[in-house]
């Protein structure tokens, strides 16, 4: 009786976290519309309806396609699934503008051709960031709410602070990527895609196959080159990165330990350069050893550099983490230059 009327306050609570994160939604499209729009029953007419198929789709990428597609490791038909999901909906879209706002509001809208308009595909992908955000922003929600959970659980192990790391993915890199998408859907790219791809493969990875203490290390290095590739398209010409890997032995590790230094590279070395930046990894694995060193470039000094000491906070903090996994089994040092900031990392696979 208790757990049932806990499990009915959860559920209302995250029903009503979810109204309120469509309401204000629909109160954003509005808005940030309302002085273009004379008709102003057209407008919340129009969002009202477009906010409903978000609806829709959205919870049917959430509670269906990646729970039967990306939760099973099948990324390839969880693509193309959603692709297909995006282009009904903006089908379905499409239908009742041609048949219902157009002839309703014949002052507001321009006439199309339907057929032309269903069919062109290159309009289609410049929509994919307008359809996808919602999906994107509460999988983002729901990943980071699940981590709380699981914190809560274990406030009284020693793991507690190791499932901090599992809350690496930075709001900003979600948006930043979508904004890198929309850009390219714009520009009719090919690259599109592939950026969706990698996107829906960190999402998958970090909610679904970081649950352990330990994961393989090569799941470790596919995060690593897909966020790296998410990053080159936002950086371009400004960034030279090279990661070399020699794999040995399929080892564990801690999960997204690695990933850690390498957002630490981009956040204080790569963000702040306005020229080149560089960063330079090498792994090697053997069933005895993991080696890691990440070098990145650092910018020129200023007069102040505010970032200094959260960068010190968090290596400590990263420090500590080591030490709740691998007590003795892990050594990190640091090198700094004034061009170049190290971090050289020596672990012994534990697999407890």
Not at 60 to 88: D, E, T
Not at 95 to 105: A, G, L, N
Request: charged share 20%; proline share 3%.
């Amino acid at each position: 009786m208790i757990s049932s009327r806990i499990r009915s306050k959860v559920t209302n609570k995250k029903l009503g976290t979810h109204g309120l994160f469509w309401l204000i939604l629909y109160g954003y499209y509005v808005s940030s519309n309302w002085l273009f729009y004379k008709n102003k029953w057209a407008l919340t007419e129009k969002y009202f309806i477009k906010t409903g198929l978000l609806i829709l789709l959205t919870y049917l990428i959430i509670y269906v396609l990646i729970p039967f597609f990306l939760k099973k490791g099948r990324q390839f038909f969880f693509f193309l699934s959603s692709l297909f999901a995006v282009y009904i909906v903006y089908v379905v879209y499409t239908i009742i503008r041609f048949y219902y706002f157009d002839p309703k509001f014949p002052t507001v809208y321009k006439p199309f051709n339907l057929y032309e308009r269903i069919t062109n595909f290159a309009f289609y992908f410049s929509e994919l960031y307008w359809f996808l955000f919602p999906a994107v922003i509460l999988i983002a929600l729901k990943y980071y709410r699940n981590q709380e959970e699981i914190v809560r659980l274990r406030a009284q192990k020693k793991e507690v602070e190791l499932n901090r790391l599992k809350k690496q993915l930075n709001p900003h890199f979600l948006f930043n990527t979508l904004n890198n998408l929309y850009t390219l859907s714009l520009k009719k790219s090919d690259r599109a895609p592939e950026i969706i791809l990698k996107l829906s493969k960190i999402l998958d990875y970090m909610l679904y196959k970081c649950q352990d203490n330990f994961v393989p290390i090569s799941g470790e290095i596919e995060l690593l080159n897909n966020y790296i590739a998410l990053e080159k398209v936002r950086y371009g010409k400004r960034l030279t990165i090279n990661l070399q890997s020699t794999i040995e032995e399929e080892v564990k590790i801690a999960p997204l330990l690695l990933l850690t230094f390498l957002e630490n590279a981009f956040k204080h070395g790569v963000s702040q350069e306005i020229k080149v930046a560089n960063i330079d990894i090498t792994l090697k694995s053997t069933k005895k050893l993991i080696e890691f060193e990440i070098i990145n470039s650092k910018p020129a000094k200023t007069t102040t550099n505010p970032t200094e000491k959260r960068a010190t906070i968090g290596l400590q903090n990263i420090k500590k983490q080591l030490d709740i996994l691998y007590a003795a089994n892990a050594t990190l040092t640091t090198n700094e230059t004034e061009n170049k900031y190290a971090v050289h990392l020596k672990l012994i696979p534990n697999e407890l």
